[in-house]
């Protein structure tokens, strides 16, 4: 007897294409994210777009607009469910899964980051330090050897480097940079107090802090009703 024919399988569901998320409200994500954990410890297990945004400093409209990216529209009268709002922001921002750092440049600023034990603790491992410095190559950061700079080929390819972070002095940021790209890293957080460019592929953020306290200090100014200085060199 001839073996029986299996029924024809229905062909899988296509995927659903992602949504585009805009870049602010991805900027905004963190906020509601640790938001939402303060809540979820303080016991709560839903939480109004109202709250939210009252929390995390934004208007109520901006959180409804921003979460309705991600699939959620809350429940009238009830709000929104907080775990399940947590999942779905840790699951958009990749928080899911650990994704390994490496910090080239140890000086004070890099000391400093690699000791932060926070980190990892968010799913960001630092497990891999570079420098330039024979004096501080071969030493040992918060458990992990200093590598050289000419080493990130390899280092990258060891530990799967998902993010760098560059610490060191402006002069050599661009070129950390450059090597970080060829050795295959996509995410790149900048400290160095300069503007580096990267390939349009590459995700470059970068943190001044001279620029922060300058923002800081105009507020604090117009706070105080300090007179503006006007012993100031004029840019032009």
């Known amino acids: 007897m001839a073996a029986s024919t299996p029924p024809a399988q229905p062909p899988a569901p296509a995927a659903r ?14 906020l509601y994210l640790r938001s939402l954990f303060e809540s979820q410890h303080a016991g709560l297990t839903t939480i109004s777009s109202e709250r939210l945004a009252e929390l995390a400093g934004v208007n109520a409209a901006k959180v409804r607009k921003d979460l ?3 699939g959620s529209y809350g429940t009238r009268g ?9 999942f779905q922001m840790s699951r958009e921002l990749g928080l899911t899964h650990d994704w390994p750092v490496a910090i080239v440049g140890l000086g004070n600023l890099g000391q400093a980051l690699a000791n932060y034990g926070g980190f990892g603790d968010r799913g960001y491992p630092i497990v891999a330090l570079c420098d330039a410095d024979p004096a501080v190559v071969g030493t040992t950061v918060n458990g992990v050897v200093v590598r050289h700079v000419d080493d990130l080929p390899a280092v ?3 530990h799967g480097i998902a993010i760098g972070i560059i610490a060191t002095p ?20 900048n400290f160095a107090p300069t503007v580096i460019s990267v390939p349009e592929e590459v995700s470059l953020r970068k943190v001044d802090l001279a ?6 200090s ?7 009703g300090s007179p503006v200085r006007t012993d100031v060199a004029s840019a032009d």
């Not at 294409?17 to 602010?24: D, G, N, T, V």
């Not at 009830?78 to 947590?86: K, T």
């Open 218 to 224: 105009f507020y604090q100014q117009r706070r105080s």
């Open 156 to 158: 990258a390819a060891q």
């Open 68 to 70: 309705s990216y991600l």
């Open 17 to 30: 294409p992602r949504r585009k998320i805009p870049e602010a409200t991805v900027a905004r994500l963190p």
């Open 211 to 216: 620029v922060e306290l300058q923002i800081l």
């Open 170 to 189: 402006a002069g050599a940021a661009q070129d950390v940079a450059d090597r970080l790209v060829a050795a295959g890293v996509t995410s790149i957080l």
């Open 78 to 86: 009830v709000g929104y469910d907080v775990e399940y709002l947590l």
